[in-house]
């Protein structure tokens, strides 16, 4: 039944993915949606709508701008005309389609798309988004306790933890094996459903930040070691998903959680990625976040730098003990107790 299934599909286009390995346009990740359109780092457009902004309100003021009832413009203001905003309205969808037609294609056919991952990237992805679901108890309109689906992500980011290690192992593996990973790391941290900072164990999510970074480091070591961690890799989204990782890492440590002495391999990653002319960009932001990392990054010595990559990613995750398991899947729970947190039935939660 599944062969078939398979083999009926849509026939594939000349330029649709088909293989794990290939390189694929994909969706921005949800928190870079709507934020900008695909232009480097989403900060042009927002500059050039607020200029364009204060140039109509100036327009009013000095040309006492005013509409008949037929809806003609008078005066010598700059308001818009219901043919230009059609015209726009007709431009952006245009864009819109373009875009989406783009979506599941080769990155190497539409190399203006920013957006890029790998087919086995993006279903690393899918599958630790899956496994977040399965402990999350909104989705299951249950209450179990309060931080019960923020310790659910820990436990998947554990496992992800354990497969990355079991990657790196592997005596066979390739640099996509590893980088995959990363790549899933990238889209799943910037997707808005892998929020665990709020977790009362703060000690634990300040670990679990330097094991991002440990990650992160351990794949640029494959990639250099293979010559591809350059600025015209065959690894092309190297740029992005880099991108994505600082600009994840660099928000959490500016944030209220007192987390800043946890994401300080963000200055080693940017110094690597200098050294190899790799240029960092592509996520709405990132320019003021780069000048920021730039700007601290005098603070950071050779010495200091090196204690971040000191040690081993296998040594770091023994060091950090938990390795994830399936205790927070809600569907493995005793029926009994799912009853007594769903709030269907009236139920207040358990505590353990």
Same mark, same amino acid.
């Not at 043919?83 to 389609?97: C, L, N, P, Y």
């Not at 005098?298 to 950090?320: D, I, P, Q, R």
């Given at each position: 039944?599944?062969?078939?299934?398979?083999?009926?599909?849509?026939?594939?286009?000349? /330029?649709?993915?088909?293989?794990?390995?290939?390189?694929?346009?994909?969706?921005?990740?949800? @928190?870079?949606?709507?934020?900008?359109?695909?232009?480097?780092?989403?900060?042009?457009?927002?500059?050039?709508?607020?200029?364009?902004?204060?140039?109509?309100?100036?327009?009013?003021?000095?040309?006492?701008?005013?509409?008949?009832?037929?809806?003609?413009?008078?005066?010598?203001?700059?308001?818009?005309?219901?043919?230009?905003?059609?015209? +726009?309205?007709?431009?952006?969808?245009?864009?819109?389609?373009?875009?989406?037609?783009?979506?599941?294609?080769?990155?190497?056919?539409?190399?203006?798309?920013?957006?890029?991952?790998?087919?086995?990237?993006?279903?690393?992805?899918?599958?630790?988004?899956?496994?977040?679901?399965?402990?999350?108890?909104?989705?299951?309109?249950?209450?179990?306790?309060?931080?019960?689906?923020?310790?659910?992500?820990?436990?998947?980011?554990?496992?992800?933890?354990?497969?990355?290690?079991?990657?790196?192992?592997?005596?066979?593996?390739?640099?996509? /094996?590893?980088?995959?990973?990363?790549?899933?790391?990238?889209?799943?941290?910037?997707?808005?459903?892998?929020?665990?900072?709020?977790?009362? /164990?703060?000690?634990? @999510?300040?670990?679990?930040?330097?094991?991002?970074?440990?990650?992160?480091?351990?794949?640029?070591?494959?990639?250099?070691? +293979?010559?591809?961690?350059? +600025? /015209?890799?065959?690894?092309?989204?190297?740029?992005?998903?880099?991108?994505?990782?600082?600009?994840?890492?660099?928000?959490?440590?500016?944030?209220?959680?007192?987390?800043?002495?946890?994401?300080?391999?963000?200055?080693?990653?940017?110094?690597?990625?200098?050294?190899?002319?790799?240029?960092?960009?592509?996520?709405?932001?990132?320019?003021?976040?780069?000048?920021?990392?730039?700007?601290?990054?005098?603070?950071?010595?050779?010495?200091?730098?090196?204690?971040?990559?000191?040690?081993?990613?296998?040594? +770091?995750?023994?060091?950090?003990?938990?390795?994830?398991?399936?205790?927070?899947?809600?569907?493995?729970?005793?029926?009994?107790?799912?009853?007594? @947190?769903?709030?269907?039935?009236?139920?207040?939660?358990?505590?353990?």
């Amino acid at each position: 039944m599944k062969e078939e299934a398979c083999t009926n599909g849509p026939p594939l286009g000349e /330029d649709d993915g088909n293989a794990r390995e290939e390189f694929i346009c994909i969706f921005p990740p949800v @928190c870079e949606r709507n934020t900008n359109d695909g232009d480097e780092d989403g900060e042009e457009d927002g500059d050039e709508d607020e200029d364009e902004e204060k140039d109509n309100d100036k327009d009013n003021e000095d040309g006492e701008e005013d509409e008949d009832d037929d809806g003609e413009v008078r005066g010598n203001g700059n308001k818009e005309s219901s043919a230009d905003k059609k015209g +726009k309205d007709k431009k952006a969808s245009t864009e819109e389609e373009t875009f989406r037609k783009r979506l599941g294609k080769l990155a190497s056919r539409h190399p203006e798309h920013l957006w890029v991952i790998t087919l086995g990237g993006c279903e690393r992805y899918r599958w630790w988004t899956q496994e977040i679901c399965k402990r999350n108890q909104d989705d299951y309109s249950m209450y179990i306790y309060n931080d019960f689906s923020w310790y659910g992500v820990i436990e998947v980011l554990e496992n992800m933890f354990v497969q990355f290690e079991k990657v790196l192992k592997s005596k066979n593996h390739e640099p996509l /094996d590893v980088w995959r990973e990363i790549e899933g790391l990238a889209w799943l941290l910037n997707s808005g459903n892998a929020e665990f900072e709020m977790c009362d /164990d703060g000690e634990r @999510c300040q670990l679990i930040l330097e094991l991002f970074g440990s990650m992160i480091i351990a794949a640029i070591d494959e990639l250099q070691k +293979k010559g591809l961690f350059t +600025k /015209d890799s065959e690894f092309s989204n190297i740029p992005i998903i880099l991108s994505l990782l600082i600009k994840y890492a660099w928000t959490m440590g500016r944030g209220d959680y007192g987390f800043d002495d946890n994401i300080d391999w963000v200055f080693y990653v940017v110094q690597q990625a200098e050294a190899a002319d790799i240029t960092l960009g592509g996520p709405f932001g990132f320019a003021k976040i780069l000048e920021e990392i730039k700007a601290e990054a005098s603070e950071h010595t050779a010495a200091s730098l090196s204690k971040v990559k000191k040690g081993t990613f296998a040594s +770091k995750f023994k060091s950090y003990g938990s390795r994830g398991g399936e205790q927070f899947v809600i569907a493995k729970m005793p029926a009994a107790q799912r009853k007594k @947190c769903s709030l269907g039935s009236g139920g207040g939660g358990i505590f353990f």
